[in-house]
């Protein structure tokens, strides 16, 4: 079973739907309880546990566990120290971190992540910055 995610400008900010390959969208699955607070700039799923969307308002990040053929769980916690200004990324690697690209200073922030639990304290800022509001953030390795 696959699943597609888009994270968009308007109330719920985030919508997800059944994907088949070769015949494409299901039924829209139900919105989160809890939805992202403003525009969704991103969103990324975590193989097949957990679901974020980065987002314009406060907290700028909100994940949700995701259940295949269900859905939206119940929002996890907020992570302790929020990405500053709006997130317009969002990126997992692997299920062990999460990453925000957002509009102010550091314009990237990475988190450890748990399935099941959420976002673990913020790790250090990069010592070269990024230069600008950051867009997306995706990682790469094995």
Do not use: E, L, Q
């Not at 995610?5 to 390959?21: E, L, N």
């Not at 309880?33 to 987002?55: E, L, Q, R």
């Not at 308002?57 to 295949?68: F, Q």
């Amino acid at each position: 079973m696959y699943d597609i995610a888009v994270a968009h400008y308007t109330d719920p900010y985030v919508s997800a739907y059944p994907w088949t390959p070769g015949a494409g969208f299901g039924a829209k699955y139900g919105d989160p309880v809890a939805k992202p607070a403003g525009a969704g700039g991103g969103v990324a799923f975590c193989g097949s546990t957990d679901i974020a969307v980065a987002h314009y308002g406060d907290p700028r990040v909100s994940a949700y566990p995701w259940t295949p053929g269900a859905g939206f769980g119940a929002k996890y916690g907020d992570p302790v120290a929020k990405p500053a200004g709006a997130g317009w990324g969002v990126a997992f690697c692997g299920s062990t971190d999460i990453a925000v690209a957002h509009n102010d200073d550091p314009r990237v922030s990475a988190y450890p992540w748990t399935p099941g639990a959420g976002f673990g304290a913020k790790y250090g800022d990069p010592v070269a910055k990024p230069t600008g509001a950051g867009w997306g953030v995706a990682f790469c390795g094995s």
